[in-house]
């Protein structure tokens, strides 16, 4: 553990916009107590995270290397979590995803860039839903008023073909948040939305066809999942190794955003250990 909060100190860092985020960001998944794993799970975040461990991570995030922080942008939970984290002092660039269960997502992102984020992308699932529904274009309506706001735009989706589409007609955005795993092979809601767990499958032939598609565009990508949302944690071995792919497998101008849940492990100081070596053996090959 030591060698890693050594090695994190010198996590790699890229242009996004006017900022330079670390090519490790911190996800926010684990603070709203969205494991994507189990309803064990869940409520295992849910006791650990009160609003005061979440400031605590962010701070330790912090102190581990890392400067960004990717969360949704709801207005109870993490706009307050990152109000108390400024009041302490804290520092991290906001990544934010619309928040889906709003009544007005227009008012959301007028919200998020007023909060300071410096990018905004559109929630996956809510693309998923409407890509689904043959509605896909209504999508460009939101990347349109993010544009307004002067933040980075940006695109989450769980369905290769949206990326596809969305390359092929050019769509004015700066950045995707591209999943290792397509959880969308049904019709699906977040439980953040619709307050019920579903399961989800992740296949393992998924990583490849996306990381093709993170190759194949010149426009930056963040890439969520690496390790399955916990699938590949069962080890630290497995951690390792799943950094070690995602670097080796994605652009150097793109970024991981992983969830951090430090309740076991120091995972910000052993993640960000694992990026900065997983960024190195993916620089001398």
């Known amino acids: 553990m030591s060698q890693a909060k050594i090695l994190s100190g010198a996590l790699p860092t890229v242009d996004f916009g006017p900022c330079r985020v670390t090519r490790l960001i911190v996800g926010g998944n684990p603070f709203v107590w969205n494991s994507h794993f189990t309803e064990e799970m869940n409520l295992d975040m849910q006791g650990y995270f009160t609003s005061e461990r979440v400031v605590e991570t962010l701070h330790r995030c912090q102190a581990a290397g890392i400067n ?99 390359e092929d007609k050019a769509w004015d955005l ?52 690496i390790m399955g949302a916990g699938r590949k944690c069962g080890t630290q071995e497995k951690v390792k190794q799943a950094f070690e792919w995602a670097f080796s497998h994605i652009k150097p101008t793109d970024c991981v955003v992983v969830g951090m849940f430090p309740k076991y492990l120091d995972q910000p100081s052993l993640n960000a250990g694992y990026a900065v070596e997983a960024i190195r053996a993916a620089e001398r090959t």
Not at 83 to 112: C, K, P, W, Y
Not at 143 to 165: K, N
Not at 192 to 197: A, I, W, Y
Request: aromatic letters at 14%; proline letters at 4%; charged letters at 25%.
């Open 174 to 225: 700066d950045f995707y948040m591209v999943p290792f795993y397509n959880i969308a092979r049904k019709p699906r809601e977040s439980i953040l939305v619709s307050g019920k767990f579903q399961e989800e499958v992740f296949d393992p032939e998924d990583p490849p066809v996306f990381c093709r598609f993170i190759r194949s565009t010149a426009r930056q990508c963040l890439a969520y999942k």
């Open 68 to 166: 960004a922080f990717q969360g949704r942008g709801d207005f109870h939970r993490v706009l307050y979590y990152l109000e108390l984290f400024r009041r302490q002092g804290g520092s991290l660039h906001f990544i934010a995803q619309t928040a889906s269960e709003m009544a007005d997502i227009h008012r959301n992102i007028r919200v998020l860039a007023a909060s300071g984020a410096a990018g905004i992308y559109h929630h996956g699932t809510q693309t998923d839903k409407f890509w689904l529904e043959g509605r896909i274009d209504k999508v460009r309506d939101y990347l349109e008023t993010m544009r307004d706001t002067g933040v980075r735009v940006g695109l989450a989706a769980h369905i290769p073909e949206i990326f596809d589409y969305v």
